[in-house]
Structure formats: structure tokens, C-alpha cells
């Protein structure tokens, strides 16, 4: 299994500010996934980020509010951009190697946002 | 477009109790099932998964579940808890052909009373 890490574990930020989250893999895999928590409520998928290709973004999210970076195959990073309340979350990123065969991902231990 | 439905937010048992935890789905394609756990302030892990065969799946720690493919469902169960399985329990599913992407139901939070 693929061990995750996640930088920063959580953060407090004003509304308006951006805050970038990075996610590094102790191993290299194909498909990076960044998801959402909101406060009491399930994980949704923000994006999918591939190495060498653009993310592709789910229903409700934009690129201008959350761009992605994949610059290699173990490291990956999620920004939220203008920051207001509603962003508080929990923000994972998950990763899966199709080539495996077990269909499982693995997720970070999380970023704990909140703003104020 | 697919669905997960957990239909318990919040499940207290006593220890030594059996439990489960339900899910339902709905999707138009064949799907693989999954059941993640979260433990407090911990990240997601799997629990146990199908994806095709016997239509009861098993975890290391004791944890079931059971593939029903005309009720739609995947509950969780456990014969007997310890305190030690206070957490979330999340099910989730994903196409079999096509994208990846992983959803999840809304969680099921399991308390474990001495």
C-alpha cells in the first residue's frame, strides 16, 4: 500500500487568502484524486489529477477556484484560492494504481481548513 | 449517475454487541463496492471491498459484508464490536468500466458503550 502525506495537517486562514495544499506519495502512481469533507458531511471528489495531463475537475468545481499541479508521479498539490467560509473543510488526496489490479485508494490523513 | 446511501448517521452499541451499518446504492452500471473506516483523527482506510465472486467479503478484524445485487445494498456487520471500532464507516462505489472516482455515502459514526 502506498504511504500518504500531507502538508499542512491544518491551518487557519482569512477569507480572501489562498492556501496550498501538498500531498506526497512514498511511491510513484498514476492517478492522484483531491477530495472534500465538509463539516459533518461525506467525501466528494474535487478533481482528478493525472501526471502529464490537466486535472479534471468534478460538477461544482473550477479550476480558477481550486488548480491542481502534478509535476511527477509522487507529488501533487491542491489550492484553494480566495478563500471564504464555506471552505472549511477537511481536504484529502487519495491515490490509486490502476495497473495493480485491486482497484483500492489510499488517502492522506487530511488538511484540516478552517476560515475565518 | 451513481448514489450511496447510509442510512444510520449515528449507531451506539454496547461492547460485545453484534452491529450493522447500512448501505444502499444506486447506479445503472455494475459497480465495485467498498466500505473505508475512519478512525478519530485518523485518515481514510480500506475496510474490505467486492468486486466480483463470493458475495460475502470479510475483513481482518472481523468485519462482513454481504453483496446483495436485487436489494442494492452492502451492509456492514460484526457479530460482536470492541471499543477499539469507534469510528466512521463509509461506503462507497465506482463503476466498473470508466472513471475512477470513488462515492461515498454520508457516514455512519459507531460508538462503542462499555
Known amino acids: 500500500s502506498a504511504v500518504i502525506s500531507q502538508k499542512p495537517s491544518r491551518d487557519i486562514c482569512q477569507r480572501g487568502t489562498s492556501l496550498t495544499i501538498q500531498c506526497q506519495v512514498d511511491s510513484q502512481v498514476t492517478m492522484m484524486f483531491w477530495y472534500r469533507q465538509q463539516p459533518g458531511q461525506s467525501l466528494t471528489l474535487i478533481a482528478t489529477?493525472?501526471?502529464?495531463?490537466?486535472?479534471?475537475?468534478e460538477s461544482g468545481f473550477v479550476i480558477d477556484k481550486f488548480p491542481i499541479s502534478r509535476p511527477n508521479l509522487t507529488f501533487s498539490t491542491l489550492t484553494v484560492s480566495n478563500m471564504s467560509p464555506e471552505d472549511s473543510s477537511i481536504y484529502l488526496c487519495?491515490?490509486?494504481?490502476?495497473?495493480?489490479?485491486?482497484?483500492?485508494?489510499?488517502f492522506g490523513p487530511g488538511t484540516r481548513l478552517t476560515v475565518t | 449517475a451513481q448514489s450511496v446511501t447510509q442510512l444510520d448517521s449515528q449507531v451506539p452499541v454496547f461492547e460485545e454487541a453484534p452491529v450493522e451499518l447500512r448501505c444502499n446504492y444506486s447506479?445503472?452500471?455494475?459497480?465495485?463496492l467498498f466500505w473505508y473506516v475512519q478512525y478519530p483523527n485518523q485518515g481514510l482506510q480500506l475496510l474490505l471491498k467486492y468486486l466480483s465472486g463470493s458475495t460475502l467479503v470479510e475483513s481482518i478484524n472481523g468485519f462482513e459484508a454481504e453483496f446483495n445485487k436485487s436489494q442494492t445494498s452492502f451492509h456492514l456487520r460484526k457479530p460482536s464490536v470492541h471499543i477499539s471500532d469507534t469510528a466512521e464507516y463509509f461506503c462507497?462505489?465506482?463503476?466498473?468500466?470508466?472513471?475512477?472516482?470513488?462515492?461515498f455515502g454520508q457516514g455512519t459514526r459507531l460508538t462503542i458503550n462499555p
Open positions: 447506479s445503472s452500471v455494475s459497480v465495485y
Open positions: 487519495s491515490v490509486e494504481e490502476p495497473t495493480s489490479g485491486s482497484y483500492e485508494q489510499y
Open positions: 489529477a493525472n501526471q502529464g495531463s490537466e486535472a479534471t475537475y
Open positions: 462507497a462505489v465506482r463503476i466498473i468500466q470508466g472513471a475512477q472516482k470513488l462515492v
